[in-house]
């Protein structure tokens, strides 16, 4: 590629590609330098009880999050667009398609879980009446979920603003930065991991654990965290909707790493798992179709027709 296409290029984007890089870098930074916030304002004050001290961590992370929009919408000069309605497709934020902004994604994620599932089945099953007295509890597990604080954070706040600030605000900036959609969903991650490295930090010196084991366990989390964001990613480029993405990440969390083995099962969850495997790679590009979750295709990269701002 010639100097002068290359000039060209960036002259097309709306934003450098260092600015876009080091803005995504600084909201990772910043998300997680918020939350803990509560910390040090509560060793300067009397102490609260636990349920309190993540009510305040979810408020910085609403804040954290409200920033990086704003921030967001500043780069990429979204004030020169008419209204709410055409800014908030920026952000994957859109009514129509809804119903296949959930169900697909979430169909699609639950093939990893097959194994997972059947495992539960067969625990349901060995025990007399195991279905329907789990029925019967659904209620009773909903009301414990709401009144526990660890639940709102995992299938609520975490979910919703880490997606907002992760996928939402990056990926915008990203592709109107110039970056490839490829490089784009391996790059996200690197972000996305970053402010996960905090773990290390609560495990070493607040939970006591040894330097190695702590490097061991954030390791392994930076590993799936590191997939979970290409899938998130890829979800979110593909479908130009934001609801996907958070729905995937609030039923992984809800289900955890997947089950490919047991025992007592003899094989038949591993069989399970690895169809699973095989029928999500097999639907992944057919079940995330733009056109299934978008009116029309005009040609933008993004779908949500932002890259209408390097015209």
Not at 223 to 230: A, D, R
Not at 252 to 276: D, K, Q, V, W
Not at 287 to 299: E, K, Q, S, V
Request: glycine share 6%; hydrophobic share 50%; aromatic share 14%.
């Amino acid at each position: 590629m010639s100097t002068t296409s290359v000039e060209e290029e960036e002259e097309d984007a709306s934003i450098s590609k260092s600015t876009a890089v080091l803005a995504c870098g600084a909201m990772a930074v910043f998300y997680v330098a918020v939350l803990y916030a509560p910390t040090g304002l509560l060793r300067m004050s009397t102490p609260v009880s636990r349920d309190h001290y993540f009510l305040r961590r979810f408020v910085c992370a609403a804040i954290s999050t409200a920033l990086s929009v704003a921030a967001t919408s500043y780069l990429l000069r979204l004030a020169q667009l008419e209204g709410l309605s055409a800014m908030l497709p920026v952000f994957g934020l859109r009514t129509h398609h809804l119903w296949q902004a959930v169900l697909l994604p979430l169909s699609l994620t639950s093939l990893i879980y097959l194994g997972s599932f059947l495992c539960k089945l067969h625990a349901h099953s060995s025990t007399q009446n195991g279905f329907i007295s789990c029925v019967k509890q659904l209620p009773q597990g909903l009301a414990r979920c709401a009144r526990n604080v660890m639940s709102w954070r995992n299938y609520f706040v975490a979910p919703i603003t880490e997606e907002v600030v992760f996928r939402a605000c990056m990926i915008p900036l990203l592709l109107c930065a110039g970056f490839s959609t490829t490089l784009i969903i391996f790059l996200c991650p690197m972000f996305f991991s970053l402010a996960h490295l905090n773990h290390f930090i609560e495990l070493y010196y607040q939970g006591g654990h040894s330097f190695s084991r702590a490097l061991l366990v954030v390791g392994f989390q930076l590993c799936y965290t590191v997939v979970f964001g290409w899938y998130a990613a890829f979800l979110f480029i593909r479908t130009g909707t934001l609801i996907a993405p958070i729905v995937a990440h609030i039923f992984c969390n809800y289900m955890g790493l997947p089950t490919f083995h047991a025992s007592h099962m003899r094989g038949l969850e591993t069989i399970a798992f690895l169809a699973g495997v095989v029928g999500f790679f097999t639907l992944l590009f057919p079940a995330t179709r733009p056109n299934l979750y978008n009116h029309r295709i005009t040609g933008c990269n993004c779908w949500q027709a932002y890259c209408i701002l390097r015209q």
